[in-house]
């Protein structure tokens, strides 16, 4: 029976994962790695140091900084996408999910952010959705990024549910991966083929209804 959602933030409850790619691209340029569409889109879903880490592969810089520099790189990053940050308005709530939170409410069901952004309290305050939710999982507290299941699964912790009792909404290939090996139930949004792995997939969160949702988790 279905008792909860677990969301990640970027991608799906606003369209912020915009700035951070942009941030990311900028600061790649600045590193003199040209970054190609397919490379900036594999840095969705994943945590700061490991975009990083990977931008830094994909330049063939992996051994040419230290991790003090590395982490001046990942601040400044995070500078520029808090600037954009404090532009965000309730406006920016992706299509479809003030409904869907609200289908949620109604069936009082627990909801938990499952982000790797530290900036997840700032992005929902700005939205004016942090009270819809029950809890949000602390990036710190992660010993693994996506795809492994650890944020899932802590998510699932602070719901005080099973991995049966929850439906969790990705918009990255390393997210639905981190879902789906935490023995959840996973709603891929975007990319058909991308996400082929997630249980029940939209093109875009304005195609997410709870109850075609619920339909398809009830069934499996």
Same mark, same amino acid.
């Given at each position: 029976?279905?008792?909860? +959602?677990?969301?990640? /933030? @970027?991608?799906?409850?606003?369209?912020?994962? &915009?700035?951070?790619?942009?941030?990311?691209?900028? +600061?790649?340029?600045? +590193?003199?790695?040209? /970054?190609?569409?397919?490379?900036?889109?594999?840095?969705?879903?994943?945590?700061?140091?490991?975009? /990083?880490?990977?931008? %830094?592969?994909?330049?063939?810089?992996?051994?040419?900084?230290?991790?003090?520099?590395?982490?001046?790189? #990942?601040?400044?990053?995070?500078?520029?996408?808090?600037?954009?940050?404090?532009?965000?308005?309730?406006?920016?709530? %992706?299509?479809?999910?003030?409904?869907?939170?609200? @289908?949620? &409410?109604? $069936?009082?069901?627990?909801?938990?952010?499952?982000?790797?952004?530290?900036?997840?309290?700032?992005? +929902?305050?700005? %939205?004016? *959705?942090?009270?819809?939710?029950?809890?949000?999982?602390?990036? #710190?507290? %992660?010993?693994?990024?996506?795809?492994?299941?650890?944020?899932? *699964?802590?998510? $699932?912790?602070?719901?005080?549910?099973?991995?049966?009792?929850? *439906?969790?909404?990705?918009? #990255?290939?390393?997210?639905?991966?981190?879902?789906?090996?935490?023995? $959840?139930?996973?709603?891929?949004?975007?990319?058909?083929?991308? /996400?082929?792995?997630?249980?029940?997939?939209?093109?875009?969160?304005?195609?997410?209804?709870?109850?075609? *949702?619920?339909?398809?988790?009830?069934?499996?």
């Amino acid at each position: 029976m279905l008792k909860g +959602l677990l969301f990640d /933030l @970027d991608g799906v409850l606003t369209n912020s994962a &915009k700035f951070h790619l942009t941030a990311w691209n900028n +600061l790649a340029k600045e +590193l003199g790695i040209t /970054l190609t569409d397919a490379q900036l889109d594999s840095l969705r879903g994943i945590s700061r140091m490991d975009s /990083l880490n990977l931008i %830094l592969q994909y330049g063939g810089q992996e051994d040419k900084y230290s991790e003090a520099e590395k982490e001046k790189f #990942a601040a400044e990053k995070n500078a520029k996408f808090v600037e954009q940050v404090e532009t965000m308005t309730p406006k920016d709530i %992706l299509p479809g999910i003030p409904e869907l939170l609200a @289908d949620a &409410k109604k $069936q009082n069901l627990k909801m938990v952010i499952a982000s790797a952004s530290k900036n997840a309290p700032k992005i +929902l305050t700005r %939205l004016g *959705i942090m009270d819809e939710f029950d809890g949000i999982v602390d990036p #710190a507290s %992660l010993h693994h990024g996506k795809p492994d299941p650890e944020i899932y *699964i802590k998510a $699932q912790e602070i719901a005080g549910l099973k991995a049966d009792e929850v *439906i969790s909404f990705e918009d #990255a290939k390393a997210g639905v991966e981190a879902i789906k090996a935490a023995g $959840q139930f996973a709603v891929g949004i975007g990319d058909k083929e991308l /996400l082929k792995e997630a249980d029940y997939i939209v093109p875009t969160t304005a195609d997410l209804k709870l109850s075609k *949702i619920e339909a398809v988790f009830e069934e499996k």
